[in-house]
């Protein structure tokens, strides 16, 4: 059984294999914010500046920046990016 198990973990591919693949997508929530900027290759999270662009782009009311959004709004749209990634 020891044999089989260093086998195993021997012949597991990569983080980056995975990546590469698609298999294994990088967070865009509850990660480091450099490392993902840093894997990214942008300067500011794709996040907000898809956000920020809607924003301006819709007209959105004076003050948007100041309030809270809905708990459960502020989830379906963390997941979203997430799976995006």
């Known amino acids: ?11 597991r591919p990569s983080k980056q294999k995975l990546k590469q693949r ?3 997508r990088e967070r865009v929530f509850g990660c ?8 990214s290759g942008l300067d500011v999270p794709q996040v907000l500046v898809s956000c920020s662009e809607f924003l301006e782009q819709h007209g959105v ?3 948007i ?11 379906k749209l963390r ?6 990634r």
């Open 1 to 11: 059984m020891l044999g089989f198990l260093k086998t195993f973990i021997k012949s």
């Open 32 to 39: 480091d914010l450099g490392e993902h900027l840093l894997n």
């Open 61 to 63: 009311v004076d003050g």
């Open 65 to 75: 920046y100041r309030h809270s959004g809905v708990s459960s709004n502020i989830q």
């Open 22 to 24: 698609g298999i294994l």
């Open 79 to 84: 997941s979203s990016h997430n799976r995006l």
